[in-house]
């Protein structure tokens, strides 16, 4: 399989992932975010309760996916977060097996985060990853740090596959300064790319600074021209 040639009608989807305020909500979806992501890990800064996202969810407008992250949640807390936010895609970022995820998620779109290793001396097979979690909507590469999460630290990129048979969706350490670069080094590998940010658009752990969100979408729309045009070139070129 080999990455399509990419064009602006397959941009790159932004994720603003963290939300606890309504103002923070707001902004992202001023910015133009595709989805908003609420964090049901309680050991987490971020962390929201299952009302409280479905607080927030209410106020997006149509076409802007809320996405529900889950750590290693018992199916009681999942099925009763489902239910306050009904429309949520599910992220499952813990230790949960390919068939616990299709079990927790009940038919519903979810996503598996695929913790890639810093060091190149641990070992980490994204494609049998990916074959293994067929039945996700996507995967998330984020970066592996003690714990669950990022820890807003970025993996080295260019240690990916070439050639990855999967949507995925880039994580771990973006900011406004080098998503662009992340999505001119990922995008031609995969089937199609979204990116996921949350500490790098921060004030401070929970609380989203409106610049560096509106900052950060506009270096990904940026990335996008940078890549279409050089699709433009090449395909002139032959």
Not at 34 to 63: K, M, N, T
Not at 77 to 92: H, I, W
Not at 101 to 117: E, I, V
Not at 158 to 171: E, Q
Request: charge should be neutral.
């Amino acid at each position: 399989m080999t990455a399509a040639p990419f064009t602006l009608s397959q941009r790159t989807r932004v994720k603003i992932c963290g939300l606890t305020r309504e103002q923070d909500v707001d902004a992202a979806v001023a910015a133009g975010a595709d989805a908003v992501g609420f964090v049901l890990y309680p050991r987490s800064p971020r962390f929201v309760a299952a009302q409280r996202a479905a607080e927030l969810a209410r106020r997006l407008p149509a076409f802007v996916t809320p996405v529900l992250l889950f750590v290693n949640a018992p199916a009681s807390e999942v099925g009763a977060a489902v239910q306050a936010v009904p429309a949520a895609v599910l992220q499952f970022h813990g230790d949960e097996t390919p068939h616990d995820c299709a079990s927790l998620a009940a038919g519903r779109p979810w996503m598996r985060a695929a913790r890639m290793p810093m060091d190149e001396a641990q070992p980490f097979d994204l494609l049998d990853f990916c074959s293994r979690h067929a039945s996700a909507q996507a995967i998330l590469l984020d970066a592996h740090v003690e714990g669950y999460g990022g820890g807003g630290k970025t993996f080295p990129w260019s240690r990916l596959p070439p050639s990855v048979n999967a949507h995925l969706v880039l994580s771990g350490g973006l900011t406004p300064a080098n998503v662009g670069d992340g999505i001119l080094q990922v995008r031609p590998r995969c089937k199609s790319l979204a990116v996921d940010v949350s500490s790098g658009v921060e004030a401070a752990k929970g609380l989203k600074d409106p610049g560096k969100i509106h900052q950060f979408v506009a270096a990904v729309r940026a990335a996008d021209v940078l890549l279409a045009r050089s699709t433009d070139a090449l395909l002139s070129a032959t």
